[in-house]
């Protein structure tokens, strides 16, 4: 336990993806976390939430939290997981290096982590690295699946004489997002993630649960 920091220093951060997922998972860890390891009162954290993209680090949450801890009003922040909040290389950077500069801790309950200011751990350090590479390369796998996808049904005669897959939308021939393939591709991903129902996401994207199905035998087109 870190007696040293007190109950209104601290505080949790969660973030998800799109406003149908629920922060409560994330809060109950993060809170758990903070009560065993700083004996915090749970009434007196502070609470920072994003539903937002993690690629979007222009999060009001966030940018609320760094701005506070900046101002030395926080000693720890405790996330979930790495990927709650970053999803780069130079995100998971311009965030360590902010809350050092800062004086403040940073606790992944997830990978068990803790990076502390003025403390220099190498085998915590470069974990916590290879973990942001991780993340990153994830992201652009998907990204580079999603273009080899479009890429193998442009090629595909069939698909010249159908209509143009959800999310997507045909110019002069070509197939290209269109402006809801973000959204398609979160519904999409929390389907396969059993977290969504068919139904409710046939819902959300004002569709048909035949049509989520036929999406969802083209998980290459959306970096599934």
Same mark, same amino acid.
């Given at each position: 336990m870190y007696g040293n920091i007190g109950d209104d220093q601290v505080a949790?951060?969660?973030?998800?993806s799109t406003d149908d997922q629920s922060l409560d998972r994330q809060l109950t860890a993060t809170q758990e976390y903070a009560e065993r390891e700083f004996g915090a009162d749970l009434a007196d954290l /502070?609470?920072?939430?994003?539903k937002s993209t993690g690629t979007n680090t222009e999060r009001s949450g966030y940018q609320e939290m760094m701005a506070d801890a900046e101002d030395d009003e926080l000693r720890a922040v405790v996330v979930h997981s790495i990927s709650r909040i970053c999803? /780069?290389? @130079?995100? !998971?950077?311009?965030?360590?290096l902010r809350l050092e500069d800062a004086g403040t801790e940073l $606790?992944?309950? @997830?990978?068990? !982590?803790?990076?502390?200011?003025?403390?220099?751990?190498p085998y915590?350090?470069?974990?916590?690295?290879?973990?942001?590479?991780?993340?990153?390369?994830?992201?652009?796998m998907a990204q580079q699946r999603t273009k080899e996808g479009i890429a193998a049904r442009q090629a595909n005669e069939d698909y010249h004489h159908g209509p143009a897959p959800l999310g997507?939308?045909?110019?002069?021939?070509r197939l290209v997002e269109?402006?809801?393939? $973000?959204?398609v591709v979160s519904v999409?991903?929390?389907?396969?993630?059993?977290?969504? /129902?068919?139904?409710?996401a046939a819902e959300r994207l004002d569709s048909s649960r035949p049509t989520i199905n036929r999406a969802l035998e083209r998980a290459e087109l959306y970096g599934l």
């Open positions: 949790c951060y969660c973030r998800v /502070s609470i920072y939430r994003d999803r /780069s290389i @130079s995100d !998971l950077e311009r965030t360590t $606790h992944i309950v @997830s990978e068990g !982590l803790t990076l502390r200011p003025d403390e220099e751990d915590q350090t470069a974990l916590f690295q290879l973990l942001g590479v991780f993340a990153e390369l994830e992201a652009n997507f939308e045909k110019d002069d021939g269109a402006d809801d393939y $973000h959204d999409l991903d929390m389907v396969q993630k059993d977290e969504l /129902s068919k139904r409710k």
